[in-house]
């Protein structure tokens, strides 16, 4: 199975401040990865997929990219309904494996 | 709009078996794949298998198979997943999700499934 890691487990931000979450897999996902937000109580919510492509709806302060095994996600210009949990998944190979999550918190 | 109802809670006694529902509506249900995915309590996802209701094909999560079994009904447009031999290790929130993109982009509400005795 491929292995995603996600890092960080935690982060805590300002209002206004820009963000980034890192979600590394194990071998070449081509691509291949999407990004949700989960608030609590709620189903996921899908952001991003094929790395860097935003969802209809999604606010455009969310931007994807990375390629091989790298990804990120950023979010610029923090909002107070950003608090969520993040979760990278790879979908290039099955079973499609999700990072373990990063939970972002306002400071 | 593309709408997603699963079946509420279940409480079941380990050994058991359980079968959750996802009704589809808004789209054409059987051009779609639906995948499940599970949340156990304080944990991540783990992506569970997938259906194809236009042709009823499956692909499992081998880490499920033999737990999990979907199935799908094009008249009632519902997807469905029996667990069996329930544990307590089970007990989670279930979602079904609608595929897009190769993707999870429509999920469900969630079925929370609690077994204990």
């Known amino acids: 199975d491929i292995q995603m890691t996600q890092s960080p487990a935690s982060l805590s931000a300002s209002l206004g401040e820009t963000v980034t979450i890192e979600c590394l897999a194990s071998e070449d996902i081509y691509s291949n990865l999407a990004w949700y937000q989960q608030k609590p109580g709620k189903s996921p919510q899908l952001l991003i997929y094929?790395?860097?492509s935003l969802n209809d709806g999604v606010p455009s302060r969310f931007s994807g990219s990375g390629s091989g095994t790298q990804y990120s996600l950023k979010i610029n210009s923090l909002q107070s309904e950003d608090v969520s949990i993040y979760f990278c998944?790879?979908?290039?190979?099955?079973?499609?494996?999700f990072g373990a999550g990063t939970k972002l918190e306002l400071k | 709009q593309v709408q997603l109802q699963q079946s509420g809670t279940e409480l079941v006694k380990p050994a058991s078996s359980v079968k959750i529902s996802c009704k589809a509506s808004?789209?054409?249900?059987?051009?779609?794949?639906m995948h499940w995915i599970r949340q156990q309590p304080g944990n991540g996802l783990e992506w569970i298998g997938w259906i194809y209701p236009g042709n009823g094909n499956t692909k499992y999560n081998q880490k499920f198979d033999g737990k999990a079994t979907l199935t799908a009904d094009k008249s009632s447009s519902t997807a469905y997943m029996q667990l069996s031999s329930l544990t307590s290790e089970d007990s989670a929130v279930y979602f079904c999700a609608r595929d897009e993109f190769g993707v999870q982009a429509y999920w469900g509400q969630g079925t929370l499934v609690t077994v204990s005795s």
């Open positions: 998944q790879q979908n290039y190979d099955s079973p499609y494996t």
């Open positions: 094929y790395a860097n």
């Open positions: 808004g789209y054409t249900f059987t051009s779609n794949y």
